[in-house]
């Protein structure tokens, strides 16, 4: 063993050994290779040693665990070859034989009598693998740390818990009570999780220790054994055969299918996993789990997924793209504007600690915009997430006003006012007479190109387009643009102040709608396209969800309004002219619009809506327009038109030297608009299907439908050459060569 092991062991004067992990250099521990053979080797050497007569696992750091360092099972993966699903197996089986050994704690397999206790005590947040240790020990202490969040959210990135975890969890609570831990990967703050059932004791930080070691010291053979390990165990809530079980189990499989539409692997073995598990003694659930879990770690989706919501997406927020240049840390922030779009960036900067000057025309606008920020707040603190004195600490960053003078001292000011090269014009002319010379100007449009607007200012270099996405306190992704004279500084500024506000960045090249909005549009426009056409609009949303799109375009576009549709299609038709290629769409929203229906602000789009503004049914009215056709496409014909629309757009972005970086096509396709998630993004979708496949597709799309799906020369020359995206662009290569 190494000497900078990440576990290390002390057996105190009474007998208790404690188990400390410590994983050097990082902030959190995570699990690694290394770091189970030497819990191994510690809890071997525990067992064995007569002077112990319990152990407790705990954590050197102020939280217990993050998770498992996931690249753990690609290595597993790669080291098995050929068979790389035995390998998987193997290694999760090995795993599962570290935890039982903890469980059964050398106690006599037929009398379970004579093991030693083991408690965990955890100081805080415990995640993932970091909770499914502590499940297998026998009593759970966690600190009084409101902070700390405690529950297994492996299932947000595409796999399940598969330490032990999904069997420990269902047979200790039942499949109804663990549904939203295991199937939502819900996270709870210490006395929820004993609520919910999966820690046993909350105490005083300070008392940690000393409770874990009392109970220890004082705990029977019987307080040891788990009941699955004990005669007569019954599946809490009913197992899958029982009456109340087969009600239970039933309903989950019908509530997985309607939140999954089919698309998600994990959700569905996990049920498999638990329904198989309840019926079978506990060392058999565990091969089972295993088995779904090698299984799900197979599918290709959980690796896409993986790779984009947990690796890439990581890689960016720490900067993978960001020049060398000294630290650009946001001090002090002006926003111009204060609708919208510029209320919510005053708000989410103000809640990361920077200073906020907030400037309308208007004082009372400006006020408005300020209030945005309050009324958030307050809706946290109505959930308990945020205290008055951190509302009050948070709004008094914030100085609304119509005064530029107060723009004095910002190193960085962001411009969120009408999508109006003149009026972006005026307000960059007035601020840069205010900031300082090495200030950073951005610009939040969505489709006005950067360089254009950068001629109204005095220093290009410094010039930058920031893209929020709204609402902009809940969307994840922010697009940095680099317009053409753009210089590294500006690039890095906008990158952390992206981090220190917590959002997800990506950065792009200038070009007509960027990225995210250059795949949005041809969606929803694909979609209306289709209505036109008499496919019928509940074929095309269902089309659309069924793949694993949150929205269908039709929705979409209501909830974006219909109007903005309509501004977007009259700028482009301006800026092309006979290249335009929307003219059957326009002829829907243009009608739409001219009925009133201008989407969810009007109460009324696509689809209807009551006076509370809920959603209805899909609006009748439309099937007098564009009566149904008599033949109707097939399913994945629909499909293939709703994921082409965007996916071509991605691969031209990427051939066009717009999308710099493939990481940031896919990241930013599922947290920008939210691109089918379980295929890990457009270019990995690509991967996943093959080049040629993909070129097959198109050019069916075509010869039926027209130019707007013809093959990029770039996806042609790949499946010629059997290449895969991440092989050609991969984080190695970087640069689209």
């Not at 960045?505 to 929803?524: G, H």
Request: proline share 5%; with cysteine; glycine share 10%.
């Amino acid at each position: 063993m190494n000497d900078m092991t990440d576990f290390t062991m002390k057996t105190d004067a009474d007998g208790v050994a404690i188990i400390t992990w410590d994983v050097q250099g990082k902030s959190m521990n995570v699990m690694n290779q290394q770091g189970f053979e030497d819990l191994d080797a510690l809890v071997d050497k525990a067992l064995a040693d007569d002077t112990v007569k319990g152990i407790i696992i705990t954590s050197g750091k102020d939280s217990f665990a993050g998770g498992m360092d996931l690249n753990v099972i690609a290595k597993m993966r790669d080291d098995a070859g050929d068979d790389p699903a035995r390998g998987l197996f193997e290694g999760v089986m090995a795993m599962h034989g570290i935890l039982r050994k903890i469980e059964r704690a050398g106690m006599d397999p037929k009398t379970n009598k004579g093991g030693k206790p083991v408690a965990a005590a955890l100081p805080g947040t415990a995640l993932g693998i970091g909770l499914e240790i502590p499940l297998a020990c026998h009593r759970i202490f966690a600190a009084d740390n409101p902070k700390a969040k405690i529950g297994l959210p492996e299932i947000m990135v595409g796999i399940f818990p598969g330490a032990g975890g999904t069997m420990r969890v269902s047979r200790k609570l039942g499949a109804m009570q663990a549904a939203p831990i295991l199937l939502e990967g819900k996270l709870f703050e210490p006395k929820k999780a004993k609520m919910a059932g999966i820690v046993d004791e909350v105490v005083p930080a300070e008392e940690l220790l000393d409770a874990a070691k009392a109970w220890v010291l004082s705990a029977k053979d019987t307080d040891i054994v788990k009941p699955w390990d004990l005669k007569g165990y019954k599946f809490p809530g009913g197992a899958p055969y029982h009456p109340a079980g087969f009600m239970t189990f039933v309903g989950a499989s019908a509530m997985i299918h309607s939140k999954t539409m089919g698309v998600y692997p994990a959700a569905k073995a996990l049920l498999s996993a638990v329904y198989e598990g309840a019926m079978v003694p506990f060392d058999t659930a565990l091969k089972i789990e295993a088995r779904w879990f090698t299984n799900v770690l197979m599918n290709p989706s959980s690796s896409a997924m993986i790779r984009s919501l947990f690796i890439n997406k990581e890689a960016l927020e720490k900067g993978a793209v960001r020049p060398d240049v000294p630290d650009q840390k946001v001090k002090k922030v002006g926003i111009l504007g204060a609708g919208m779009m510029g209320a919510g960036i005053a708000y989410v900067s103000a809640n990361a600690g920077i200073e906020v000057v907030l400037i309308d025309a208007a004082q009372e606008s400006a006020d408005r915009g300020k209030a945005h920020a309050a009324g958030i707040l307050d809706k946290g603190i109505a959930r308990k997430k945020v205290t008055p004195e951190k509302k009050d600490e948070v709004l008094a960053r914030i100085t609304a006003t119509t005064d530029y003078a107060a723009l004095e001292g910002c190193d960085l000011v962001v411009e969120a006012v009408f999508e109006d090269p003149g009026v972006k014009a005026e307000v960059t002319a007035k601020a840069e007479a205010v900031i300082p010379g090495d200030a950073i100007f951005a610009t939040n449009t969505s489709t006005l190109p950067i360089s254009e607007l950068a001629k109204a200012s005095a220093r290009p270099e410094q010039f930058i387009g920031i893209h929020f996405f709204s609402p902009v306190d809940k969307m994840l992704l922010v697009e940095i643009i680099k317009g053409r004279q753009t210089g590294d500084v500006a690039v890095a500024k906008a990158l952390d102040f992206v981090r220190q506000i917590r959002k997800t960045p990506i950065v792009v090249n200038d070009a007509r709608f960027f990225y995210a909005n250059r795949c949005i549009i041809p969606y929803i426009n694909e979609g209306i396209r289709m209505v036109a056409e008499g496919v019928t609009p509940a074929l095309v949303e269902n089309a659309a969800k069924l793949v694993g799109m949150p929205l269908g375009p039709l929705q979409l576009v209501d909830e974006t309004s219909i109007d903005l549709g309509v501004k977007i299609a009259k700028a482009t038709k301006a800026a092309m002219g006979d290249a335009y290629p929307d003219g059957a769409v326009d002829e829907v929203l243009f009608w739409m619009a001219d009925e009133g229906r201008l989407g969810r602000k009007s109460n009324a789009g696509f689809y209807t809506y009551d006076e509370a503004g809920k959603r209805g049914l899909l609006w009748e009215g439309l099937a007098d327009r564009y009566p149904a056709a008599k033949e109707q496409p097939e399913l994945t014909a629909v499909q293939h038109r709703l994921l082409m629309a965007q996916v071509l757009e991605a691969v031209r972005a990427l051939e066009d030297g717009v999308l710099m970086d493939i990481r940031e096509g896919d990241v930013g396709a599922i947290l920008g608009w939210g691109f089918a998630p379980w295929s890990g993004g457009p270019l990995s979708w690509l991967d996943m299907i093959g080049a040629a496949r993909a070129v097959e597709i198109c050019d069916a799309l075509t010869d039926t439908h027209g130019a707007r799906f013809t093959t990029p020369a770039l996806l042609r020359e790949m499946a010629e050459k059997g290449e895969t995206f991440y092989g050609r662009f991969g984080a190695e290569t970087r640069k689209a060569a």
